[in-house]
């Protein structure tokens, strides 16, 4: 049976929303979001998305109006979608609905937060989405929620900026620009080295803090899940450098622009491209 997607507007179509933020994310009581709360929200400036298998909610999309750069937009607060259906492409598609109903209200503008070392979603956000950051916010939701995926490295967080009438979107929407990250590594300078512990974990070297390339790498690992669970110690190194780089050359006026994934045989590795700010790329034009 294929995946449906449907607009919640009832407090009975966004209840199930509270037991997939317990499901996904195994919130407990204090951390989830009422429907009814969200439901306040959603008939005055927000937006509730539902995936369906048949009848049963299995991903859901929640935004909030907001104000950026004096101007209204959106904050995509929520988007899960439960591990058995993941690889579907479902996040994809529940965002793309988010923007067309956007731009029926005449909003241009989406933001959202992820992890900065979760480079799944960086893949979503930034090569299939074409979102930008240059925004980093150090432990936005403390230092811990009720949620394990939250615990022992904080919760620090890139904003997403998605400018949906940008020429960069429209290009990546439309589907003309699917490519994962143009720019090869030889033609950006590393801010980080890494090197392989005894347990064969990528471990990242101090960050170089001097650089004024107009192109630069950041290294993150493949898979910081796993890498929590064999090494928190060799995790919280590499929360620390990421934290430093992008808190430093933000302030130096770089973006992150796109994402690049080099293989090397079975190995992944991913690097974000920062790319220095040489005009606004605000009205959305054509970064």
């Not at 317990?22 to 995936?51: Q, T, Y």
């Not at 925004?135 to 936005?140: E, K, P, Q, T, V």
């Not at 490295?153 to 904003?159: A, I, V």
Request: charged share 25%.
């Amino acid at each position: 049976m294929p995946i449906t997607f449907k607009q919640l507007r009832t407090l009975k179509e966004l209840a199930p929303c509270e037991r997939l933020q317990e499901a996904v994310w195994k919130f407990n009581k204090d951390d989830i979001i009422p429907s009814r709360f969200m439901l306040v929200l959603c008939k005055h400036g927000g937006f509730a998305m539902g995936a369906f298998d048949g009848d049963s909610m299995i991903g859901f999309l929640f935004g909030v109006p907001a104000i950026h750069y004096g101007r209204p937009s959106q904050h995509s607060h929520m988007m899960a979608v439960l591990p058995e259906y993941r690889d579907q492409n479902i996040g994809f598609k529940l965002k793309i609905a988010q923007r067309e109903d956007a731009l029926n209200r005449n909003i241009d503008l989406i933001t959202w937060t992820f992890d900065p070392l979760q480079s799944r979603n960086a893949h979503l956000n930034i090569n299939k989405l074409g979102v930008i950051a240059c925004s980093y916010d150090i432990n936005l939701y403390g230092e811990e929620t009720s949620s394990k995926l939250h615990s022992g490295l904080g919760t620090d967080r890139l904003l997403a900026e998605w400018w949906l009438v940008s020429d960069k979107v429209k290009s990546i929407i439309d589907g003309q620009n699917q490519e994962v990250a143009k720019i090869q590594p030889a033609e950006g300078q590393n801010i980080n080295r890494t090197e392989r512990n005894e347990q064969g974990l990528l471990v990242p070297v101090e960050a170089d803090l001097t650089l004024t390339n107009d192109v630069l790498l950041l290294e993150i690992p493949d898979n910081i899940d796993k890498m929590k669970d064999s090494d928190i110690q060799v995790a919280r190194k590499w929360r620390e450098l990421v934290q430093k780089a992008f808190l430093y050359y933000f302030d130096a006026g770089y973006y992150i622009n796109s994402l690049h994934i080099a293989r090397e045989g079975n190995i992944r590795r991913t690097y974000y491209v920062l790319e220095r700010l040489t005009k606004s790329y605000r009205p959305m034009t054509n970064y």
